[in-house]
C-alpha cells in the first residue's frame, strides 16, 4: 500500500495547516468569555439543526439563534483576506466554496426558522459579545 502522500506545497505548510483548529479558536474563547459572565449560556461547536450537517460556533438552542465567528482567511473576509501564493488556483476555489457554503448554510437555517449571526475573527470580542447579548437577552 504506497504512503499517503500530502497536497501541501510543503511539509512546513503541512504543519501549518494541521496547526488551524476548527473549533475554540482565540476569538471564540474571547466572545465565550464574555457570554458567559454576562449569564448566558450556550452549545459550542454545535449543529443547531442535527438534519443538517453544519456545525455553528455558538448556538443558543431555546432562542434559535447560531453564531458563526468567521475567519478572515477561511471565509475570504473583504477586509483582511489574502491570496494564496503557493497552489492559487486550488486555495481560490476553496475559498469561493466556504463562501458559497457559508450562504448556504444561512439561507437553510433561515429557512427553518433560525436567526444566523456571523462575525469576524478580527472584529471586538466585546462589540461581538454586546452584540450577540442583545439580541439573544430580549428573547430570553
Not at 504543519?15 to 466572545?31: F, G, H, I, S
Not at 457570554?35 to 449560556?41: D, I, Q, V
Not at 452549545?43 to 447560531?66: C, G, K, M, N, Y
Not at 482567511?73 to 476555489?93: D, L, M, V
Amino acid at each position: 500500500m504506497p504512503a499517503y502522500e500530502s497536497w501541501a506545497s510543503s511539509d512546513a505548510s503541512r504543519k501549518v495547516m494541521q496547526a488551524n483548529r476548527a473549533r475554540d479558536t482565540a476569538p471564540e474563547l474571547a466572545v465565550r468569555r464574555l457570554l458567559h459572565a454576562a449569564g448566558l449560556r450556550y452549545r459550542v461547536a454545535h449543529r443547531p439543526e442535527p438534519s443538517l450537517r453544519r456545525t455553528a460556533d455558538i448556538v443558543f438552542t431555546r432562542q434559535r439563534v447560531a453564531v458563526f465567528i468567521d475567519g478572515c482567511y477561511w471565509h475570504a473576509c473583504p477586509e483582511h483576506g489574502t491570496q494564496a501564493r503557493a497552489n492559487a488556483a486550488y486555495w481560490s476555489e476553496k475559498l469561493a466554496r466556504n463562501v458559497a457554503r457559508d450562504a448556504d448554510t444561512n439561507a437553510r437555517l433561515s429557512e427553518l426558522g433560525w436567526t444566523v449571526l456571523r462575525f469576524w475573527e478580527h472584529e471586538d470580542p466585546h462589540a461581538v459579545a454586546e452584540s450577540i447579548s442583545d439580541y439573544v437577552t430580549p428573547a430570553r
